[in-house]
């Protein structure tokens, strides 16, 4: 998708002002390249922690730089076309073949009418390891559906033939996050099912979700066995509050803020800070702590996720603090990128409409799976939201992005 003639137009501005840098700031990677002066180079320090363009992006006003922005923004779409991974690779070489002589200017259009182009495999996986937890939150949407299936899990072995299946289908980099509406380590081959997902050849990421009131000894166990695998797991531990009352009222389970702290901290100096994060969701109940929660957090030097609040598109009570959501819709990025797994195995249609499923992974293959969502997905980039079998118009989800 490198195109010549955009090169060239930059090029010409690059040496007409005498830039020292030059770059476009919304067209994808791989469009044009970026031009550096030879006085900007010789500027860089002799040790860059990053790239040269991040350095110039923490350092801009320190150079003069040409910013170069053409029609149409496709900034929306993070396209990627620098052939730097094996998502930009398939991408490219789908519109290759769509149109080898294919214009900038066309790259819109040729996105619309070929939706599956974009959207061309999963790259973020929730799977619902356990369905059932011991506490009863009341940000959850748990309280408002039916839990007559509690306990129910899918089971290591399936685990393992879902990655091989995944595998041989999508062999794409990918995250993985153990959540959905159950406390994964509840599930009795947790520690197992950890190992075996982070031996996974493609895996980027992969996220475990809990309250953390469980016994932790078997997983701290785990970590110490899995080498440098442990760089890829990531625990976001949702604690809401630091407020032993509050903690009581909202999570509704038998422990108590510093058995978690406690847990946090074990956990923290076995696996990581850095793979360690405290998530707090933005809810009124909380609203006045929310800068003390961070400050704790802060000297401890542990992230904190300030999660926005998520009704489940009116299934639940609303709480927001506020309403960020932009003014128009776009896409959907959870259509776009995401599969969504139960505990039975199936797959929805997002993880905001659980009773629309679009197949079963114990009878259906992944491909199958995959463009059995690709309709709606259409739908939801040609605006035609009110098409889709799912509660998209009454949504704040759409916008948000996983990876």
């Not at 980027?204 to 932790?216: F, M, Q, R």
């Not at 309709?375 to 759409?398: M, Q, R, V, Y």
């Amino acid at each position: 998708m490198f195109s010549l003639d955009l090169t060239r137009e930059l090029e010409s501005r690059h040496t007409r002002y005498l830039a020292q840098y030059s770059y476009s700031e919304n067209l994808p990677k791989g469009i044009v390249p970026y031009f550096l002066s030879r006085e900007f180079v010789n500027s860089l320090p002799d040790n860059v922690p990053t790239t040269a363009h991040d350095y110039l992006i923490k350092n801009l006003n320190n150079y003069d730089t040409e910013i170069f922005f053409k029609e149409p923004d496709l900034r929306q779409f993070r396209l990627d076309f620098s052939l730097s991974d094996f998502r930009s690779l398939k991408l490219s070489e789908f519109f290759m073949n769509v149109n080898p002589n294919m214009e900038y200017r066309e790259l819109f259009d040729n996105i619309l009418a070929n939706p599956n182009g974009f959207r061309l495999a999963p790259s973020y996986i929730e799977m619902e390891l356990y369905h059932g937890c011991e506490s009863a939150c009341t940000f959850c949407p748990r309280q408002f559906i039916s839990n007559e299936n509690d306990t129910e899990k899918l089971s290591l072995s399936f685990i393992t033939k879902f990655l091989n299946d995944l595998n041989q289908t999508f062999p794409y980099p990918i995250t993985i996050c153990l959540g959905g509406m159950g406390e994964p380590f509840l599930h009795p081959e947790f520690n197992e099912i950890i190992v075996a997902i982070l031996d996974y050849p493609h895996l980027k990421e992969l996220i475990v979700e809990t309250a953390l009131y469980v016994d932790i000894n078997k997983f701290l166990e785990t970590i110490l066995s899995i080498g440098q695998n442990k760089t890829k797991l990531s625990l976001i531990v949702n604690l809401t509050t630091l407020n032993e009352s509050k903690y009581k009222e909202i999570y509704q389970n038998k422990t108590n803020v510093k058995s978690v702290l406690d847990k946090i901290s074990t956990i923290a100096d076995t696996l990581g800070k850095s793979n360690i994060h405290l998530q707090i969701i933005k809810i009124k109940e909380i609203e006045e702590e929310i800068e003390s929660y961070f400050t704790y957090f802060e000297k401890l030097g542990i992230n904190v996720i300030l999660q926005k609040y998520n009704s489940y598109a009116g299934l639940m009570p609303e709480k927001r603090v506020s309403d960020l959501t932009p003014i128009k819709r776009d896409f959907c990025w959870h259509l776009n990128r995401d599969l969504y797994i139960t505990s039975d195995g199936s797959v929805t249609i997002c993880k905001q409409e659980l009773q629309n499923k679009i197949g079963n992974l114990h009878s259906d293959s992944i491909f199958s799976i995959w463009e059995n969502g690709m309709k709606t997905f259409s739908n939801s980039l040609h605006g035609n939201h009110d098409k889709i079998n799912a509660p998209c118009l009454t949504c704040d989800e759409w916008y948000t992005f996983n990876v």
